[in-house]
């Protein structure tokens, strides 16, 4: 089947096309299965939008910023500073007390990451709403959703701690505070979504 897909959506697609291969050929020389594993999530839902693009119809302030947490999340492992790679540097010192540390580029990217999942969600539910739709109650459910698809990702990473016999996946507090991140992005988005919709009705 053809993907009816518009130019600057092949754009995307090639670009994603050249980032997987990288990416999937230097993770296999390391050996790095947890992120393989990544790549085939990553893989699976790059395919998910493309199947139903002409139907979802992202625009693409949507598609760049999916694209970019992919690109930021399978970098994260790639990139090596200090004794590390990006995804354990402290961003910002607001906590440093070893596992409870704040705010580390993983929660950075779990933030803008459920901040996109939030746009989606938001995407898909408003072309079903009918006008008199109670908003405070669709904004809380863009973030549970958003919150779900989280949790979802905190369950794969499970699956890679049950399957690998080494993962960066880290404890406790590690996902925590990526729970806490997830939800934090998808408020924020939607109060960007609150004051878009307030400036398109002036």
């Known amino acids: 089947m053809m993907l009816n897909l518009k130019k ?4 995307l697609v090639v670009f994603n096309f050249l980032v997987l291969m990288f990416t999937s050929v230097y993770y ?4 790095n299965y947890e992120f393989i594993i990544y790549i085939f999530v ?3 839902f790059m395919a998910l939008v493309l199947l139903t693009i002409r139907k979802t119809e992202f625009g693409y302030p949507i598609l760049f910023g999916l694209n970019l947490w992919a690109l930021l999340h ?3 492992g790639i990139i090596h500073i200090g004794d590390g790679v990006l995804y354990g540097v402290q961003l910002i010192p607001i906590i440093s007390n070893g596992d409870f540390t704040i705010l580390r ?3 950075a990217l ?4 459920f901040m996109m999942t939030a746009f989606v969600a938001y995407h898909i539910l408003k072309p079903h709403l009918i006008k008199t739709a109670n908003m405070k109650l669709i904004y809380p459910l863009v973030v549970l959703i958003s919150m779900g698809a989280g949790a979802l990702n905190e369950v794969v990473e499970f699956l890679a701690v049950l399957a ?3 993962t960066g996946v880290g404890g406790y507090y590690n996902t925590g505070l990526d729970l806490v991140s997830n939800m934090l992005g998808a408020i924020f988005a939607v109060f960007v979504i609150y004051a878009k919709e307030k400036w398109k009705k002036k």
Do not use: A, T
């Open 8 to 11: 600057g959506e092949w754009i």
């Open 28 to 31: 296999s020389n390391i050996k």
């Open 42 to 44: 990553v893989v699976f």
């Open 74 to 76: 399978l970098f994260g």
């Open 105 to 107: 580029y993983d929660q």
């Open 110 to 113: 779990h933030f803008f990451g």
């Open 164 to 166: 690998l016999p080494k």
